[in-house]
């Protein structure tokens, strides 16, 4: 069973920054694409960004491009979502998944991954 990993979150200021790691590890861990989901308080699970590094694909929320930035780094089996420009809505229990979907293909369904972390808790303040 691949297990997940998030950590990085915590509290900061509007217009700040914070840098969420997920390491994967696990015999069974085999994967090419991670994605960064997150979930506020009485709202449901939401896509934030995903990465497909086998074929070099990024993808992003609207509500984050330019702001947040996804990437990997293999030999760590880690993945990292730099968060920059923070704001009060980004205010969240961020994690990481793996899509179960054929040929590692990114999904912005919370339903299309079968393994999550236990998250990461960011709070932004205005």
């Known amino acids: 069973q691949v297990q997940l990993v998030e950590s990085g979150g915590g509290l900061v200021q509007a217009g700040g920054a914070l840098r969420l790691s997920c390491a994967a590890s696990?015999?069974?861990?085999?994967?090419?694409?991670m994605a960064w989901f997150r979930q506020a308080p009485g709202k449901e699970r939401e896509f934030v960004a995903g990465?497909?590094?086998?074929?070099?694909?990024?993808y992003y929320a609207d509500s984050v491009k330019g702001r947040f930035t996804i990437s990997n780094e293999n030999a760590k089996n880690t993945v990292y979502l730099q968060m920059n420009s923070l704001e009060p809505d980004d205010t969240a229990v961020y994690y990481c998944?793996?899509?179960?979907?054929?040929?590692?293909?990114?999904?912005?369904?919370?339903?299309?991954?079968?393994?999550w972390g236990q998250g990461t808790q960011v709070t932004v303040s205005s």
């Open positions: 990465i497909n590094w086998n074929i070099g694909m990024t």
């Open positions: 998944g793996i899509p179960t979907l054929p040929y590692h293909t990114v999904s912005r369904s919370r339903y299309d991954y079968g393994s």
């Open positions: 696990g015999r069974a861990f085999s994967s090419s694409a």
